[in-house]
């Protein structure tokens, strides 16, 4: 029996791996306590080519958790679907289905509604149908808090606030949570350069592309 530990959190594991320092230790108890590692497998950080070639769903669920925008995620899905086309592994198809329903669209598209799917086929359909009207519904609605904001402040200081709070929710909706230093950029970036990237973020397929232009 090996004890592994699947973690998927946003900061790298940094409790002890023996088993012995995570219990607090009693007075004449010592020889007593488990004296064993468990293994940790840090999804979010383990190194993208670790995961090639992508040959298994264990390897996919890891790529998905990893994705940042949706021709990523629609590409990993078409890999699943070869390696998941086996009539034995039909079960496993289905949870995967409902997984990337559940976790990975909702978490990447927050706020729309994500129908339901009975299987990966028709996740990669509603990907390759909805992603060129996705970004165009979300960059109206951003552009309209914008202007809203700006009009409310009625100041230089308003508009841009309000282009900055535009971009990080059309980002955040595209692509998922966006990283500290994406984030920073947005808040320190000037009027042209936010300007620039609301337009970018229509065929931006990534937060680094995006942040590229």
């Known amino acids: 029996m090996v004890p592994i530990v699947l973690y ?6 940094t409790a002890p791996l023996q088993v012995a320092d995570l219990i607090e230790s009693m007075p004449g108890f010592e020889n007593l306590l488990p004296s064993f590692e468990y293994l940790v497998i840090d999804e979010g950080h383990l190194p993208r080519e670790a995961l090639e070639p992508l040959d298994g769903p264990l390897a996919g669920v890891f790529q998905l958790e990893q994705s940042e925008g949706l021709e990523e995620i629609r590409r990993i899905i078409d890999i699943l679907i070869d390696v998941l086309d086996d009539p034995g592994l039909l079960e496993l198809r ?8 559940r976790v990975i669209l909702q978490a990447r598209l927050g ?8 299987d990966l086929e028709e ?8 992603a060129a009207t996705w970004p165009r519904k979300w960059m109206a609605e951003g ?7 700006g009009r409310q402040e009625g100041r230089t200081s308003g508009r841009l606030e309000g282009q900055r709070m535009a971009l990080a929710e059309l980002a955040a909706k595209k692509f998922g949570a966006l990283e500290p230093r994406f984030a920073d950029s947005i808040a320190t970036a000037s009027e042209d350069q936010l300007r620039q990237w609301l337009e970018g ?6 937060p680094g592309e ?4």
């Open 8 to 13: 998927n959190g946003t900061r790298p594991w």
């Open 210 to 213: 995006l942040f590229r232009t």
């Open 123 to 130: 996740a990669r359909t509603m990907l390759a149908e909805r």
């Open 111 to 118: 706020g729309s509604e994500i129908p339901a799917l009975q």
């Open 94 to 101: 289905r949870d995967m289905t409902a997984w990337v329903r």
């Open 143 to 149: 552009y309209r808090k914008g202007r809203e904001k």
């Open 201 to 206: 973020i229509l065929v931006a397929t990534t």
